[in-house]
């Protein structure tokens, strides 16, 4: 009879002991893999807004006022990145997003350089709207296109192109077109680009006497800047209409 009381007890006793470890385990378990399925969505939803903004549609934030009224700064833009990659070409009247490297900024200018981990983590942010772009992407309109005679200023203060006075509706109230008199024919596969707020705009009036005379390169054309994704009371069309 003695023999068999630690027997009943041991039979007793596992059961509990086994159900105490499963009430803890699982519910470890299953916090484990919740996190583990949110951190995968998280890597796999990021993965997948680089490569949507790499190849389609790339948010860029408005550093500055050159774009006013028309973009404002801390709005965020919706760069269409397909919009000259069938054939089509940037036109007069676009807003188009660029990188200045070798017309606005001198070639081999990069401050980021001493900080590849830093600048890499830069770029990221920046390609998903969430840190201000590189300091070589503008956003400028295009007041030229190749073989176009551009001239400032006619008789009533308004630039003409090819020998007709531009409407240029989106001027900052108050703004002239152009304090700064020129004339220029801009080369073929370039640009002739100024900013919507002129008085705060530093473009291509600003390099005329740099090498490549403040003309962008077509092929440095990122996309066109066709939409205002944020902030939500913006939203809507960039009004990047084709003059």
């Not at 009430?23 to 993965?47: N, Q, S």
């Not at 962008?216 to 800047?225: D, L, S, T, W, Y």
Request: charged residues 20%; contains cysteine.
């Amino acid at each position: 009879m003695d023999t068999e009381a630690p027997h009943t007890q041991r039979g007793h006793s596992s059961p509990g002991e086994g159900e105490g470890r499963s009430r803890f385990a699982f519910p470890r378990a299953r916090a484990f893999l919740t996190w583990r399925r949110a951190g995968l969505l998280g890597v796999a939803c990021t993965a997948f807004l680089l490569l949507l903004s790499n190849f389609v549609v790339q948010p860029f934030l408005i550093p500055s006022r050159s774009m006013e009224p028309t973009l404002e700064v801390g709005d965020r833009v919706l760069v269409n990145k397909l919009a000259y990659r069938f054939g089509d070409q940037p036109a007069r009247g676009d807003m188009v997003v660029f990188d200045g490297t070798g017309s606005f900024v001198r070639e081999g200018a990069n401050g980021g350089a001493d900080n590849p981990i830093g600048t890499a983590l830069h770029g990221a942010a920046s390609a998903l709207g969430l840190a201000e772009p590189s300091d070589t992407d503008f956003v400028k309109r295009v007041v030229g296109v190749g073989g176009d005679d551009v001239v400032c200023c006619d008789a009533g203060g308004r630039i003409k192109v090819n020998g007709v006075p531009l409407e240029e509706p989106y001027l900052f109230s108050g703004d002239t077109p152009s304090k700064v008199p020129f004339r220029i024919v801009v080369p073929l596969g370039t640009l002739w680009v100024m900013g919507d707020h002129r008085s705060q705009s530093r473009d291509s009036r600003d390099h005329l006497g740099e090498p490549g005379g403040g003309m962008v390169p077509v092929e440095k054309v990122i996309g066109r800047a066709d939409w205002i994704g944020w902030p939500v009371s913006r939203w809507g069309s960039a009004g990047g209409g084709r003059g």
